[in-house]
């Protein structure tokens, strides 16, 4: 499946080193296990990134590809030296005089082990929410929120950083002056996501990433089925995802009337509302690069960035599950943008949504001004 990587298992010139695989077997095994769960899964996660029961579960998941692949390393070390890389954010380099390998071989071994968290393990951690139970629980806990029925998920893009000598043009360049990928997720009210997409360059605006995703092109053709139809003032309201005002407002996707508040009294709870619901993606993104300090600089090779992204996805998702502790957020500057305009082939879909969010709008508010 994978090229055959032969790599020798430490440099026998320094076994001491805290990095060697002996050091970590005695961390792992002998260590590891004269420690309470807290302070075991602390010292953990200060390493990795995740308590050690989350760590085993990646690797026991991992463990028949890497396996596959001929590495001359054992399993766990392999990923706990790509974990240390993705939740600190050190480059091959850094990892390599800590490991005693080479740079090069550093960074076969990370793009190895997040090829196969970012295929392997995607489809089971991160699923669109199409089994009427998920619907259920998801609709309900936005409505919860928001007041809003029938909301199942928020979407948002966010600008990845990259390396600078990979990128020729300003095409990569993001509204904040430096170069980077579009990371575009959508977030359920766990804070998980259900889908990942990075397949435009950070110079793209999010309404343009969304209609170059999978999901989209799902959405559009009807091949997601949601199995959850309500009535609204006489309307079909079936599941939606909500986005700010760079998204197209469409049959699927709700977004605010107003950007700034100028709209009517209706127009403007119905706005709050929806932005209630959209926070919950806002803030899985600051915790996706919390918890993962890679993302805040990616220091891998552009043709990695994408696989290396999703992979940290799918490790948000593991944490969020286990209810790993959050950590400290990371901050992305306040988003700016020009409401997205409807293409052509989109006006069927846009003049649904419409009447879809005037229903909405004008329930939501005859609801709570009765109360």
Known sequence: MFPELKIPLFNQTNQSSSFSVSAFRALSTE?????????????????????????????????????ASNLSLPSDYAVSMVLSRLAHGFSAKTLASRYSLEPYLIS????????????KLYPEFIKIPVSRRRLI??????????????????????????????????????????????????????????????KAPGGSDDASHLRESLLYNRLVSGDVVWDKVINVRGHHVRPYIVGDWCYPLLSFLMTPFSPNGSGTPAQNLFDGMLMKGR??????????????????????????????????????????????????AWKDPDEGGVPARVLENEKSFHYFGDSLRQALTDDLHQRLSSR
């Open 279 to 328: 926070s919950v993606v806002v803030d899985a993104i600051a915790l996706l690069k919390g918890r993962w300090k890679i993302l805040q600089d990616l220091n891998v090779g552009l043709n990695h960035a994408p696989q290396t992204i999703v992979a940290c996805c799918v490790l948000h998702n593991l944490c969020q599950i286990a209810r790993e502790p959050e950590p400290e």
């Open 137 to 198: 629980e998801t609709t309900q806990a936005f409505e919860e929120l928001t007041s809003l029925p029938n909301m199942c998920g928020a979407i948002d893009g966010s600008p990845i950083k990259v390396k600078c000598g990979d990128i020729g043009g300003n095409v990569y360049e993001c509204r904040y002056g430096y170069p980077s990928v579009l990371l575009q997720v959508v977030a359920d009210h766990k804070k998980m996501f259900w889908d990942v997409c990075v």
């Open 108 to 119: 076969k071994i990370t793009n190895m082990v997040t090829r196969l968290l970012a295929t």
């Open 31 to 67: 260590h590891i296990w004269s420690l309470e769960a807290p302070l075991r899964d602390a010292q953990w996660r200060t390493l990795y990134g995740l308590s050690y029961p989350v760590f085993t579960t990646v690797v026991e998941k991992l463990k028949p590809h890497i396996t």
